[in-house]
C-alpha cells in the first residue's frame, strides 16, 4: 500500500497543485487552516476604517472623551456639595450671633430668640442712610467756613397764609419787637443765625428750638361740607428747655395748633410772643 507521503508527493498532486487546484487540508467548516485573517476580521477592521473617516475618531478617543466628561462631572458635584456645606455653616453660625446671650446660656433645652434673621452682610444694602438727607438739608455760611444740618423739613401740605399773621414781642409789659410771619410758610425759630429766622439769644433755647409751620387743613362747615383753611401750627423740634403756648409746655416732634391771641414762650426766656392777625380788631 502506498504512503500518505508518496501520494502527496506524486506527480499527480504536484500537477494539480501546479495547475491551480489547492489539496491542503480543510477545517469542518471547509476553510483551508492557512488562509489568514477571516472575513469577520476584515469587516471589523473596514467598520473601524470607516467610522473614523465619518467621524474623525475612533472608540479609543471616544473613550477618552467619556472619561473626560465623567471626571468633569464629578467636580462640579464636588462643587455643589462644598457650597452647601459652607451655606450651611453660615446659617448656622448667624443663627447662633443672632440668639440673644440669655437664651444662649439658658438652662432650657431649645430657647431661642424670635428675632429676625440678621442681614447677610455680603449683599448689598441698598436702604437709606440718612447721608444724602443730610447733604441736601446742609446749610452753608457765605465765606464757607461754617455749615449746619436742618432738623427740619417742611410737610406736603405746607402752605403761604391768606391772613397777616404778626408775632408782638414783650419783655415784661414792654412791647420790643414786631414780627410779620406772613410771607413764608414756615418760620425756623432758634439761637443759630445761620438758619433761624427768628433768632433768639437766651442760652436756654437750642441752636434749632421751633417751627411755626402754616399748613392746608380740612374744616367742616355750618351745612356739613368740607373746605381747605390754612392754619398757624407750632412744632417743638425736641428742644432742650422746651417750648410754652400760654404757659402749658406742648410736646415735642407734634404739630400744636396756634389761634389768635396765644401767648409763646421759648425756653427759660422771660420773652413772650403774642400771636395775631390783621383781622383782630
Not at 57 to 67: A, D, L, Q
Not at 81 to 99: A, H, L, M, P, V
Not at 184 to 206: F, M, N, T
Not at 259 to 269: A, E, L, W, Y
Request: glycine share 6%; aromatic share 8%; hydrophobic share 20%.
Amino acid at each position: 500500500m502506498p504512503r500518505d507521503s508518496d501520494r502527496h508527493n506524486s506527480p499527480k498532486s504536484r500537477r494539480s497543485t501546479r495547475d491551480g487546484f489547492d489539496s491542503r487540508p480543510r477545517n469542518d467548516s471547509g476553510r483551508r487552516y492557512d488562509d489568514g485573517p477571516s472575513r469577520r476580521g476584515d469587516r471589523s477592521s473596514n467598520y473601524r476604517l470607516s467610522e473614523e473617516k465619518r467621524y474623525g475618531y475612533g472608540e479609543e478617543e471616544r473613550e477618552r472623551e467619556r472619561r473626560r466628561d465623567r471626571d468633569r462631572y464629578d467636580r462640579g458635584e464636588e462643587r455643589n456639595r462644598e457650597r452647601d456645606r459652607n451655606y450651611n455653616e453660615s446659617k448656622r453660625s448667624s443663627r447662633r450671633r443672632s440668639e440673644s446671650p440669655r437664651s444662649r446660656h439658658s438652662s432650657r433645652p431649645h430657647s431661642r430668640s424670635r428675632s429676625k434673621s440678621p442681614v447677610n452682610k455680603s449683599k448689598p444694602n441698598f436702604g437709606a442712610s440718612g447721608l444724602l438727607a443730610a447733604e441736601t438739608n446742609t446749610v452753608q455760611s457765605i465765606d464757607g467756613k461754617n455749615s449746619t444740618v436742618l432738623k427740619y423739613n417742611e410737610p406736603p401740605e405746607a402752605r403761604k397764609p391768606v391772613l397777616g399773621w404778626r408775632l408782638y414781642v414783650f419783655k415784661g409789659k414792654e412791647q420790643v419787637e414786631l414780627l410779620h410771619i406772613q410771607r413764608q410758610s414756615a418760620y425756623l425759630i432758634g439761637r443759630d443765625r445761620l438758619v433761624a429766622d427768628i433768632p433768639i439769644e437766651h442760652p436756654s433755647c437750642s441752636k434749632q428750638h421751633a417751627v411755626i409751620q402754616y399748613r392746608l387743613v380740612k374744616e367742616t362747615d355750618e351745612f356739613g361740607g368740607s373746605k381747605g383753611v390754612v392754619k398757624p401750627f407750632i412744632i417743638d423740634l425736641e428742644s432742650t428747655n422746651g417750648t410754652h403756648v400760654n404757659d402749658d409746655k406742648i410736646p415735642a416732634s407734634r404739630y400744636y395748633e396756634l389761634k389768635m391771641n396765644d401767648v409763646i414762650k421759648f425756653g427759660t426766656s422771660n420773652r413772650e410772643y403774642v400771636l395775631l392777625h390783621d383781622d383782630a380788631s
